[in-house]
């Protein structure tokens, strides 16, 4: 791998910890490895690294939380967008 890869697999790496999508570390890691970067266990073997990726994943995910309205049981209540509840904070 080039260090244009592995600048490549950081970007990457970042924005799946920013998607809200993943976990920790270990599921982007993992997503890593399927999309072809070999290197992505020895990149992010580092434990400030890890922490900073699970911080992210975290942080994401529970932005993601607050923005997904529940869905009403008979249904007669309108319900926001995610957009909406973004635009009332």
Known sequence: MTRESDEWMWNLAYRL???GEHQNYQAIEWELGASG???ARQLLDHKRVR????????EA???RERLVVPSTRCGSEPQQ????NARAL
């Open 17 to 19: 910890a920013q998607s």
């Open 61 to 63: 995910r529970a932005i």
């Open 37 to 39: 970067f070999r290197r």
């Open 81 to 84: 967008s995610p957009a909406d």
């Open 51 to 58: 922490e900073k990726l699970d911080g992210m994943c975290a």
